[in-house]
């Protein structure tokens, strides 16, 4: 069945290399480029794990709603809670899953805990570390002009 598939696929990029829709001019060739993909993707493993996580973080309107108002300024639960209309016990869920993505970071004055964006590097360096174009090796497929 696989060694079917297999030659099935094998077709299939045949075709797409006789279209002339790749400039490589092999079969074969393209497929070794293909499986370098392949490993580039396996090497980035970690990297689209954490990206994932945060993504998730970022699913949930309340929490863009936090991040969107600790954008304007630090604030303590209690003004999130009175801003948001949400009791204590989820604006802490939410906020202790922003921080523990590291989207956010709190800052203590006295009894009063305050919140506050941190600071958005290390989430726009794993952004682009898991979507970073020059690592790929080139396919050589034409992207359609839309």
């Not at 003004?79 to 956010?104: F, G, K, V, W, Y």
Request: hydrophobic share 35%.
């Amino acid at each position: 069945m696989v060694s079917i598939e297999r030659s099935a696929l094998k077709e299939q990029l045949k075709r797409l290399v006789d279209s002339g829709l790749c400039p490589v001019g092999d079969a074969d060739e393209y497929l070794t480029n293909l499986r370098e993909l392949t490993e580039d993707i396996v090497r980035a493993r970690e990297t689209i794990r954490r990206t994932t996580r945060v993504f998730k973080a970022l699913s949930h309107p309340t929490r863009l709603k936090i991040l969107r108002l600790l954008s304007v300024r630090d604030m303590c639960v209690c003004e999130i809670m009175a801003i948001l209309n949400t009791t204590q016990p989820t604006t802490s869920h939410h906020l202790n899953l922003l921080e523990n993505m590291r989207l956010i970071e709190e800052r203590r004055e006295g009894k009063w805990v305050f919140y506050s964006v941190a600071d958005s590097k290390p989430l726009q360096n794993m952004i682009e570390d898991t979507f970073r174009k020059g690592r790929l090796p080139s396919t050589g497929i034409r992207k359609e002009q839309g």
